[in-house]
């Protein structure tokens, strides 16, 4: 990849999350939004997802006195009230080793033919989950 330089005048190589490496560009694409939504808010994770329309939605987790929710289940919500009929693909980003059972229930209640992605706050693609 190439170069560019940057405010310090530096030159920084663009480089790929770990295995990420391999998918497409709008899985990458949504593993990016989900690491920003993270990163935004210095959340414990960051999710995000493709609805059929190619529309995206990330969200980080929200921790309240009140309110629990995980960036994925918030993320399928966001999708869901938008109008999206459909999804096509997930990313969750997080240290946990696996994936919340509720929050693949949630995507699979919406789109139970989407790829879910697990990566890493360090960016290595974790695990690739399909029906």
């Known amino acids: 990849m190439t170069g ?7 030159t920084r190589t663009a ?6 490496g391999d998918l497409g560009a ?15 808010v210095a959340a414990a994770e960051g999710a995000a997802v493709r609805d059929e329309t190619g529309r995206t939605y990330a969200a980080a987790a929200v921790n309240l006195p009140s309110l629990r929710l995980s960036a994925l289940r918030l993320a399928v ?3 869901v009230s938008s109008g999206a009929a459909g999804l096509e693909a997930a990313a969750l980003v997080s240290d946990a080793d696996t994936l919340d059972a509720g929050d693949l ?9 989407a790829a879910v992605f697990h990566v890493g706050t360090d960016g290595a693609l974790r695990a690739t989950l399909t029906p």
């Open 105 to 113: 229930a949630a995507v699979r209640d919406i789109g139970p033919g």
């Open 26 to 40: 709008e899985d990458q694409k949504i593993i990016t939004l989900a690491r920003s939504a993270r990163a935004r």
């Open 15 to 20: 480089t790929r999350l770990g295995a990420v």
């Open 4 to 10: 560019r330089t940057g405010r310090t005048g530096r």
């Open 77 to 79: 919500a966001m999708a």
